[in-house]
């Protein structure tokens, strides 16, 4: 079992609607998850953070965390062509310093 | 504010070449560091990181090594390069006791 698992996609939605980005991981131990976007050929640039169960938003991007059922998601609101990328879900277990990544979901925003 | 430098940006070897990539972080002091690979259309795979000056832990057993020969610098070495290296090299960092990671801008290698 993958420590950390994302529908790989594509997910096509159309400018203006609302992009849904589901993760979810196999420790219950995990403390910290994390939101990265990641545009062809470039590193992955962090988008949000979430800690504690509920939504946290900022600006579009709301995060959603939910420790009981071990989903995290990402919703992206009046998504934009700009937003078309690849999304990684991340997580940092409670034995630190390390990471685990999900495999992305490529996301494509049609005008 | 913290900057961190990766290179060269692309890199094209020949099988059984040596390798040395190079990491170096600004503007914070005693980082955790990581170096990963992602082959194309894959996600991030974790190959070594780094909890301070000589202390390297590998994740996945390779014909690749790293070394942190100062507190702010992480290097990926190899000395024969074989097809299946051919990927996106990233390396990371986060605050001792920090929870987050941030990426370098990635070095591209081909191996051919």
């Known amino acids: 079992q993958k420590e950390v698992e994302q529908n790989s996609g594509p997910l096509s939605v159309p400018e203006g609607a609302i992009a849904s980005l589901n993760c979810t991981y196999s420790?219950?131990?995990?403390?910290?998850f994390f939101w990265y976007r990641q545009y062809s050929g470039k590193s992955p640039e962090l988008i949000m953070s979430?800690?504690?169960?509920g939504d946290k938003e900022d600006g579009r991007f709301t995060a959603q965390l939910n420790k009981a059922s071990q989903y995290v998601s990402l919703l992206i609101r009046d998504s934009q062509p700009s937003d078309s990328a690849t999304y990684l879900c991340?997580?940092?277990?409670?034995?630190?310093?390390?990471?685990?990544f999900g495999s992305g979901t490529k996301l494509n925003v049609k005008p | 504010s913290q900057t961190i430098h990766q290179w060269p940006a692309t890199l094209v070897q020949p099988v059984g070449s040596p390798l040395s990539l190079e990491c170096t972080v600004e503007?914070?002091?005693?980082?955790?560091l990581y170096w990963y690979r992602q082959a194309a259309g894959r996600g991030l795979q974790l190959l070594f990181y780094?909890?301070?000056?000589?202390?390297i832990s590998s994740e996945v057993p390779q014909n690749l090594s790293a070394s942190r020969p100062q507190d702010r610098q992480f290097i990926l070495s190899s000395k024969k390069l074989l097809l299946s290296d051919s990927g996106f090299y990233l390396c990371?960092?986060?605050?001792?006791?920090?929870?987050?990671?941030?990426f370098g801008p990635g070095t591209r290698l081909t191996v051919l």
């Open positions: 990371a960092w986060s605050e001792q006791g920090g929870d987050t990671q941030y």
């Open positions: 420790d219950r131990g995990s403390q910290s």
């Open positions: 979430i800690y504690s169960n």
């Open positions: 991340a997580v940092n277990r409670e034995s630190f310093n390390k990471f685990y």
């Open positions: 503007g914070t002091s005693n980082p955790n």
């Open positions: 780094s909890v301070g000056i000589g202390q």
